[in-house]
Structures are given as structure tokens and as C-alpha cells.
């Protein structure tokens, strides 16, 4: 299990009328209004969020490309821009609560391609989230092209032509589902023989792999988890507000197969609500290009596993200062004595700071670390990134 921070990367699940009403909205758009283009852009990596420029009222801007979420904008934003609300509705985010929003259309300059009228849920972020984007670029641009996420090279492309992207040919390609709007990626996924299950691919969310509870009483049936992992606290932020604290479990499952891809052993913690996810610490392995007009899916190793990258077994909440926020029972945290809400003063000798630039000089000494040190009100105390084994 990775460390988790608070997020705003948001799984709105929208519900649109019959077919014979569904908005315009819907259709007019995203469109790019060329039929060959190419993209290709640098990206940053922080604590697992693919980020990337792109420019938006003629202004540059941050957003998170996330696979598991519509196109959604912060609201100063959207109001700073003048975008006037077309539509509204209320959606569910990723822990559940209802989100209202109001529903504009903005043009996208992503590497020097337009992309026209994608529709954009809008509602205030949280601070933490603020700090790190203005918003998100998600699954609705998935038809437009084949979109390839290389973590390795830092690099987002897109092509219409799949074959003219590199680590295509010789990769591993899986069945690809959409069940259309917001067209969210879905894979096929096993847990044991018997227990076979489909997943939604979700750069937004930081793990391997994550459960949802119908899939973990598929798999805990057909004897497809090893064994469970308890722990305290809140799972995270989202457009909804914090997640409240309460006791959290996650499984390591013997054996995961996305598609033909035999994963082995991997840890994932038990969502709330359906789907299961594909989570992003994937691309740590595997360069993955997305062909949804074709129904395809690319997965390109240029990393071995083991498919776990070890945990310090604890994360971190910004919103009023710099705190613990969950705790599982048996990691390297929890045996060093670290408890949920208690203030972390600095983190390898750097003050901790709810500042954007300290949330972020936070995050990225916590994920990117295999030994850090806190300092507590109790004094300080060192701790090493465990694996599957540690826990």
C-alpha cells in the first residue's frame, strides 16, 4: 500500500437522462477539428499524478491527466476565465458524497493541439488539490486519439494512428472496454480462476490495484486472497471534502491478471463502491497507450516486478497543518508509535509547512524516499519503506 495524500482527483459518477434527451453538451464536443495531429508533452510525477501544461483562456495551466475522472476545473478558475455554466449536476466523488456542479465548455491547447468544447465539471477544489493543479484533463478525450503515458520518459502522447506510436508494436494488447460517457477505460481483471472481474484504468488513483467490494467477496470466495491488513484513519481528500476517519482494510490477492498480464501478488485496499481500479503505480512498469476508437489496450514492460513498491504503511493530511491521517495496523509507522491526527513538525529535517511549496516538498520526500525521518512532538524517528514481506 502506497502512501496515501489528500486528493482532488475526483471519480464523478454523473447520471444523464434517456438517450433521446441526453445534453448537447454530450456531443458538440471534445472534438479537435483536424483529422491528423499529434501530441507529444512533457509530464511531472508526483506521489503517482500525472501532470502536465496546458493552456486554457490563453493562459498556461496545471492539470492532472487522470484516466478515472470527467474533465473537471477548479471554480475560481472557471469564474476567472468568464466560462459561463451550460448545464449542472450532482455526482458522486471518489468517497461517495454528493457533488454539485455546474458544467462549462472550454477549448484546451494541449503541445499546440486544440481541443474544442470538452465539457468541464466545475466546483471548488480543496486547498491541498489547488496547490497542486487547476484541474483535471480526463476520460471524455479518450476517443479523440490513442493516448500513450510514459512515466518512464516523462512524456504524454496522443495520435490518432496508433501504429505511429512507439511502444506499441510488441506490447502486451488487452481488450479495452467503453461503455460510453464520460467513456472511462475498463479492463478485464482476474483474482483466481473462478474469480474474474472488470476494472476501470485510473491514473488519479495512486495504487496497483484497488478493490471494490463485490470484486473482494468474488476473490476471497475462490480462495484468491492471501491475507488482510487493517488500519485507522481517513483514505483522503476529494472535491467532496475529506474522507471522515474509520477503520480501513486492505488484502494482498495471491494472484492479479490484468488482461493476459500476470501480475502475481498484490496488495489492495478495499474502496467503498464499485468499480475496481488499475491504479497508476502500473506505469512504474509498463508504458500504456489507450486506443478506445479501436477497442485496445497496450501494456509495454520496461520494468520487472514484484507489482509493489513498499510503504512507509501511513499518510499525510495539509489541511490544517501537516498530520497523519491513516495508519496500518503492523507498518514500519505503526511500530514506531505514529497516530492518526498528531502533527508532523518536519519531515528530514525540513519544517513542515501547509504552504503549496510545502505540501509539495512534503509529498515528494514521502514518495519519493525509501528511508526518511519525522519529527514529532515527541521527538524524532527514522523509518524504512517496507514491502510485501514487511507488512
Not at 502506497?2 to 486528493?7: K, L, V
Not at 471519480?11 to 454530450?26: I, K
Request: aromatic fraction near 6%.
Amino acid at each position: 500500500m502506497t502512501t496515501r495524500f489528500c486528493s482532488a482527483a475526483v471519480a464523478l459518477l454523473v447520471s444523464l437522462p434517456a438517450p433521446g434527451a441526453v445534453p448537447a453538451w454530450v456531443s458538440e464536443g471534445p472534438r479537435v477539428d483536424r483529422p491528423s495531429f499529434s501530441v507529444d508533452v512533457p509530464v511531472d510525477v508526483l506521489a503517482s499524478m500525472v501532470l502536465i501544461d496546458v493552456e486554457v483562456g490563453g493562459k498556461p495551466r496545471r492539470f492532472v491527466f487522470d484516466t478515472g475522472s470527467p474533465s473537471m476545473m477548479d471554480a475560481a478558475l472557471a469564474d476567472e476565465l468568464g466560462l459561463e455554466a451550460i448545464d449542472r449536476r450532482q455526482g458522486h466523488d471518489a468517497h461517495g458524497a454528493v457533488v454539485d456542479t455546474r458544467i462549462v465548455q472550454a477549448d484546451f491547447d494541449v503541445g499546440g493541439v486544440t481541443f474544442r468544447k470538452v465539457p468541464v465539471f466545475v466546483a471548488a477544489l480543496p486547498h491541498t488539490a489547488r496547490c497542486l493543479f487547476d484541474g483535471v484533463l480526463g476520460s471524455e478525450l479518450l476517443p479523440l486519439c490513442a493516448w500513450q503515458i510514459d512515466v518512464q520518459d516523462r512524456r504524454l502522447r496522443c495520435n490518432p494512428d496508433a501504429s505511429q506510436l512507439a511502444h506499441v508494436a510488441g506490447a502486451a494488447k488487452l481488450p479495452l472496454h467503453d461503455f460510453g460517457y464520460p467513456h472511462a477505460p475498463i479492463l478485464d481483471v482476474a483474482f483466481a480462476r473462478n474469480a474474474t472481474s472488470k476494472a476501470l484504468f485510473d491514473t488519479g488513483s495512486p495504487e496497483y490495484f484497488a478493490i471494490s467490494p463485490q470484486d473482494f467477496e468474488g476473490a476471497r470466495r475462490n480462495e484468491g486472497v492471501e491475507r488482510t491488513i487493517h488500519g485507522h484513519g481517513s483514505i483522503g481528500g476529494s472535491a467532496g471534502g475529506v474522507a471522515p476517519d474509520k477503520d480501513q482494510l486492505s488484502v494482498v490477492l495471491s494472484s492479479l491478471s490484468v488482461g493476459e498480464l500476470a501480475l502475481g501478488a498484490v496488495r489492495a485496499p478495499l474502496r467503498e463502491a464499485s468499480p475496481s481500479l488499475v491504479g497508476a503505480s502500473l506505469l512504474q512498469h509498463f508504458v500504456v497507450t489507450l486506443d478506445q476508437r479501436h477497442a485496445a489496450a497496450y501494456f509495454d514492460r520496461y520494468r520487472d516486478g514484484p507489482f509493489d513498491r513498499g510503504s512507509f504503511g501511513f499518510g499525510l493530511a495539509f489541511e490544517d497543518g501537516v498530520r497523519v491521517s491513516l495508519v496500518w495496523d503492523g507498518s514500519p509507522a505503526h511500530q514506531a508509535g505514529l497516530r492518526v491526527g498528531e502533527r508532523l513538525r518536519s519531515i528530514n529535517g525540513t519544517e513542515t509547512s501547509s504552504s503549496c511549496e510545502g505540501i509539495r516538498r512534503a509529498m515528494r520526500a514521502v514518495s519519493e524516499s525509501d528511508r526518511i525521518v519525522l519529527e514529532r512532538d515527541d521527538g524524532a524517528v527514522a523509518l524504512e519503506r517496507h514491502g510485501a514481506s514487511g507488512d
